[in-house]
């Protein structure tokens, strides 16, 4: 019988070793990567409906409430919800603030909020905003329109007549609004006149309440004086031009 060389010998004994290491390890030997997490926290989502595009107020009494809905999702914490001033909110309609929070986290459907402007509003155009925030960001800015209006009452003296006409803002730089109180007017005529008794405007008008606008772009930098004649009744006002 033919004779190998113990070198030879030597090699094919390290490999049947290596065979039998190899047959008797588990049978997967792969590594495994841990696959990437796919559950990253989306951000928060917040959506209003049902707001009213404009709230009336007669001036001294707060308004009648307006409701909208809150919807939102993905909330780690509870909503806050604030006002600018002017406006008051509430989750019942009874207890009326300028800040509230929902204390809820993950998901809000359909959550009632009633929103009014508050009854120490001054007169005239009102705009304000309800601002909701979630984890000290703001997340939602609703506005709100509207106006404060002056009552019969305080539109008129103990004698039948107007009192002085609630002009604003004053002083002014192009257009100013005159607010006639919630009472209709059949007849109304406007004059604006300069500090030499000259008309510098003049505008009637018919079947009016609340506020009135006067466009004034032209006017220069100086002491006008406002007349309203209302249904016969008149009242004047200064304004100041800058």
């Known amino acids: 019988m033919k004779k190998f060389p113990a070198s030879f010998a030597l090699a094919l004994s390290l490999c049947l070793f ?3 290491l190899l047959a008797k390890s588990p049978a997967s030997q792969s590594i495994s990567t841990p696959a990437a997490n796919l559950n990253t926290p989306q951000p928060p989502s917040i ?26 999702a993905n ?6 919800i604030t006002t600018s001033p002017g406006l008051e909110i509430s989750r019942d309609n009874v207890v009326f603030s300028n800040q509230i929070i929902i204390s809820q986290a993950g998901v809000i459907a359909d959550a009632p909020v009633y929103v009014r402007i508050a009854s120490g509003t001054a007169a005239g155009a009102f705009s304000g905003a309800v601002f909701l ?20 009452a305080d539109l008129k003296t103990a004698n039948g007549n107007a009192n002085p006409i609630m002009v604003f803002p ?18 109304a005529v406007v004059r604006v006149y300069d500090a030499f008794s000259k008309v510098v405007f003049k505008q009637q008008y018919a079947n009016v309440s609340g506020t009135l606008q006067l466009d004034l ?14 249904d016969g009744r008149k009242s004047t006002r200064k304004i100041f031009k800058k």
Not at 140 to 152: C, F, N, P, R, T
Not at 170 to 187: A, E, K, Q, Y
Request: charged share 10%.
């Open 75 to 80: 909330l780690s914490s509870g909503l806050l």
């Open 18 to 20: 290596t065979f039998n």
């Open 170 to 187: 004053n002083p002014f730089t192009g257009n100013v609004s005159l607010n006639l109180g919630n009472d209709n007017i059949n007849d």
């Open 217 to 230: 772009p032209n006017l220069t930098q100086g002491v006008y004086l406002v007349e309203l004649i209302a």
């Open 133 to 152: 925030s979630c984890q000290g960001s703001l997340a939602y800015m609703l506005d709100i329109k509207g106006s404060v209006d002056l009552s019969a």
């Open 47 to 72: 959506t209003v409906s049902g707001a009213a595009s404009f709230i009336k107020a007669v001036y001294g009494s707060a308004s009648a409430s307006s409701v909208f809905y809150v919807n939102a």
